[in-house]
C-alpha cells in the first residue's frame, strides 16, 4: 500500500466522526438555494448548522450562534453593509463560529468592516478579504479566542493630529482585551491620502491583549503630505502592543514593517517612518508595559523618513516595556488552497528544522489553549478528537511536501478540518501553527 493510498484512510478514519448537521443554502435570486440572504439562513439555522453560500453579493448579516458560515464553488461572495459588513457576538464559551471564503466591505468611513464583541468562545476567520478604506478592517473587542488564517486584511483610519502625540491612526486591525492568533495571513494598513497631509494607519494595534503571529506579513501604512498645512506624516507601526503580550513566531514569508514618513517641502519638516514593532504602555508613565517573544531571524524593519535617510527602530520599546528574542525554530503548515471538494486532494507544505520529525495531526473542532512544559508553541487542538494523518522526517531543505485527500462522500460538504504539526528536534518537541481547510465544492 502506497503512502499516498494510506494517508487517504487515515483521513477517512477521521472524518468518519464528523458531527451530523443540518445545511441551509444561500444564492442569488434563481439559483435555487434555499435563501437568497444570509441573515435569512443565520435566522433559521440552528446552533452547529452549516450555511453554504454561493457566489453573488449579500446585505451585512449579525451572527450570534455558532454556525459554519462558508463559501460554496468558485467566484466571489461578497458582503457589504453602511455601517459593517458583519457583526458576530456572544459565541459561548465551548463553542465555535466559522466564516470562510468571504469578501467584505462597508460603505461609510470611520466603521469597522468585521466586528468580533464579546465571544467567550472561538471564532475562526478563514480565507476572508477584508478591506476598510478610511474603516477599520477587522475590529476585536472582548473575546476569548479569534484565529484569523489565510486572509488577506487592508485598511485603517490614516490620523490627522496636528502633533506627533496627539495623532491616533485607527489600525487594519484594531484589537481590544482579546486573544488573537494569526497565521498564513497578509495585514496592510492604509497608505494617508495623497490629498492632505496624514499619518499612515497601523497594521496590528492591540491593546490589553495577547497576538500570536506565524507565517505573516504585516505593514504599517505611509504617510502622505500635502505641502503647507503643518500636520503629522508619520509611517505606521506595523505592530503596536499596548499593555499586552506579542508572540511573533516566524515561518516562511514572515515580515513585519512600518510605514515610511514623508518630506513637506514648503514647511522643510521631515516626518519619521513608523516602527515596525512598538511595545509600550496603554498610558504614558503606567508601570504595565508590554512583553514579546520574536523568532530571531524574522525579519522587521522600521520605515524611513521622508528624506529615506533615518530609520525607524525595528523595535521601539518604552521604560515599561521588553522583549526577548528566540533562536529556536518552530514548525509550520500551510495547505496550498483553503478548500478543498470530496474526491479531490490538497497539497500541504510543512516546514521546520533539518533532520527533525514531524507529525502532522487533525481535528474537527478547535480545542483548548494550551502550553507544556518544555514543549515551544501553543497548542489548540481538540484532545479529544485528535488523529494522527502522516509523519515526515524533513529532508535538507527544511520542508516536504505532502498530498491531503479527501473521501468522496457528499456529507463532507461543510466540514472544516483543523490541522497541526508537532515536531521533535534535538530531543525538544515543538506544535506548529493552526491550519484550516474547508470542505465544500
Excluded at 141 to 161: A, I, M, N
Excluded at 168 to 192: C, N, Y
Excluded at 204 to 232: C, L
Excluded at 306 to 329: H, I, K, Y
Aim: some cysteine; proline content about 5%; aromatic content about 4%.
Amino acid at each position: 500500500m502506497s503512502p499516498f493510498f494510506t494517508r487517504a484512510v487515515l483521513l477517512l478514519g477521521v472524518l468518519a466522526g464528523a458531527p451530523r448537521a443540518d445545511v441551509l443554502t444561500v444564492g442569488p435570486a434563481g439559483s435555487g438555494a434555499q435563501f437568497t440572504e444570509i441573515q435569512a439562513a443565520i435566522d433559521a439555522a440552528r446552533n452547529d448548522d452549516v450555511i453554504l453560500v454561493r457566489a453573488g453579493t449579500y446585505a451585512s448579516f449579525q451572527v450570534e450562534k455558532p454556525l459554519r458560515i462558508l463559501r460554496d464553488g468558485a467566484g466571489t461572495v461578497s458582503v457589504s453593509g453602511r455601517f459593517r459588513a458583519a457583526l458576530v457576538r456572544g459565541i459561548p464559551a465551548g463553542e465555535e463560529l466559522v466564516l470562510s471564503g468571504l469578501s467584505m466591505s462597508a460603505e461609510l468611513p470611520k466603521v469597522t468592516v468585521l466586528a468580533v464583541e464579546r465571544c467567550p468562545g472561538t471564532v475562526l476567520l478563514h480565507d476572508l478579504d477584508l478591506t476598510g478604506v478610511d474603516q477599520v478592517a477587522l475590529g476585536l473587542e472582548g473575546t476569548g479566542r479569534t484565529v484569523l488564517l489565510h486572509s488577506r486584511v487592508f485598511g485603517g483610519v490614516p490620523g490627522t493630529g496636528l502633533l506627533p502625540e496627539t495623532v491616533e491612526s485607527g489600525a487594519a486591525i484594531d484589537v481590544a482585551v482579546t486573544e488573537l492568533w494569526i497565521a498564513d495571513s497578509e495585514v496592510r494598513g492604509m497608505d494617508g491620502r495623497s490629498s492632505w497631509t496624514m499619518r499612515g494607519a497601523h497594521g496590528i494595534e492591540a491593546r490589553r491583549s495577547v497576538v500570536r503571529v506565524w507565517k505573516t506579513r504585516v505593514f504599517g501604512g505611509a504617510g502622505s503630505v500635502r505641502s503647507g498645512t503643518g500636520t503629522s506624516a508619520l509611517g505606521g507601526t506595523g505592530i503596536l502592543v499596548a499593555e499586552g503580550n506579542l508572540e511573533l513566531l516566524g515561518g516562511p514569508g514572515s515580515e513585519v514593517r512600518g510605514g515610511n514618513g514623508v518630506y513637506d517641502p514648503f514647511l522643510l519638516v521631515n516626518h519619521a517612518g513608523g516602527p515596525g514593532v512598538s511595545l509600550e504602555a496603554r498610558y504614558p508613565g503606567s508601570a504595565q508595559g508590554s512583553t514579546a517573544t520574536i523568532q530571531a531571524t524574522l525579519p522587521i524593519q522600521g520605515g524611513f523618513d521622508g528624506l529615506s535617510r533615518v530609520q525607524a527602530p525595528n523595535v521601539l520599546v518604552d521604560a515599561a516595556s521588553s522583549f526577548t528574542l528566540s533562536s529556536q525554530v518552530l514548525p509550520t503548515l500551510a495547505p496550498a488552497a483553503g478548500r478543498v471538494a470530496p474526491g479531490s486532494s490538497v497539497a500541504l507544505l510543512l516546514t521546520g528544522n533539518r533532520g527533525a520529525l514531524q507529525v502532522l495531526h487533525a481535528s474537527l473542532r478547535t480545542g483548548p489553549i494550551s502550553r507544556l512544559r518544555g514543549v515551544g508553541g501553543v497548542g489548540w487542538l481538540d484532545p479529544n478528537g485528535l488523529s494522527t494523518l502522516a509523519s515526515v522526517i524533513l529532508p535538507g531543505t527544511g520542508s516536504s511536501r505532502l498530498a491531503l485527500m479527501i473521501p468522496r462522500r457528499p456529507a463532507l460538504l461543510g466540514s472544516t478540518l483543523y490541522l497541526q504539526t508537532v515536531e521533535l528536534f534535538a530531543g525538544r518537541y515543538a506544535i506548529g501553527n493552526p491550519a484550516l481547510v474547508v470542505i465544500t465544492n
